[in-house]
């Protein structure tokens, strides 16, 4: 990874907390902490507002997709049969 040199004027009093915050070997580790949390809020807003369509739709209301109750509800159904199967499945010691 190629390394970039910052040179910049920060707050003193949030600069002195988040130095405390974890024990930071220096300041470029912290910075670069504080730079990958900025980028994944950034596309977590993002994924979130290509979502956001949904909110708007009701479950049942079918798409080219087909609908989201649907999907659901076979999701559900196979997750819960999954689990009945992950139940009776014999353990290590050969018994159920």
Do not use: C, K
Request: without cysteine; glycine residues 6%.
């Amino acid at each position: 990874m190629g390394r970039m040199r910052v040179s910049t004027t920060v707050d003193d009093g949030l600069l002195y907390r988040a130095r405390h915050l974890e024990p930071w070997p220096n300041d470029a580790a912290m910075l670069d902490a504080a730079l990958e949390a900025l980028v994944a809020r950034y596309r977590a807003a993002v994924i979130d507002a290509a979502y956001e369509a949904y909110d708007h739709l009701p479950l049942d209301e079918p798409d080219e997709w087909g609908d989201l109750a649907s999907f659901h509800e076979v999701n559900r159904a196979a997750r819960h049969e999954a689990g009945a199967a992950v139940d009776q499945a014999p353990n290590a010691t050969g018994s159920r």
